[in-house]
């Protein structure tokens, strides 16, 4: 069976500083035959990665496709709004997903924003997570 992973910032952050569930994570993305994300992912890990002044872990960004719309995300956007609250660049990334299926029920959405994972719940996406304590 084909993996397929749209990921979140969230989760390449945890990855890169070892918090907690970096394991489980890395697990589960090393199962991924690929591996999509919205182009902002980038922009907000290498924020974290100045912020903290770390020079390593760029690398990650290596395993990426980059979902481009060719237009702009509205009806998206409006479909993630209809369920609940988002903050502007986690809707962004949850519209992104959305435009590349129109099944999101076959897409997970990685992400360990427990608001965002919500949202990403009742848009239909399968939320994997670490198991918890």
């Given at each position: ?5 749209f990921?979140?910032?969230s989760?390449?952050v945890?990855l ?15 199962s ?5 994300a ?24 290596e ?37 590349l ?18 949202v ?11 198991p918890?304590?």
């Amino acid at each position: 069976m084909s993996r397929l992973f749209f990921v979140d910032t969230s989760a390449l952050v945890a990855l890169a500083f070892q918090e907690p569930g970096h394991e489980w994570l890395t697990e589960q993305l090393a199962s991924a035959r690929d591996l999509f994300a919205a182009p902002l992912l980038e922009a907000e890990f290498r924020a974290a990665l100045a912020r903290e002044e770390v020079e390593q872990g760029l690398e990650l960004l290596e395993s990426f496709r980059w979902v481009l719309p060719n237009r702009p995300l509205s009806a998206e956007l409006e479909r993630v709004f209809s369920v609940g609250y988002a903050r502007g660049a986690d809707a962004w990334h949850l519209a992104t997903a959305l435009f590349l299926t129109e099944r999101p029920r076959d897409l997970p959405f990685v992400t360990l924003d427990e608001r965002q994972q919500k949202v990403a719940r009742a848009v239909g996406f399968p939320t994997p997570h670490p198991p918890g304590p």
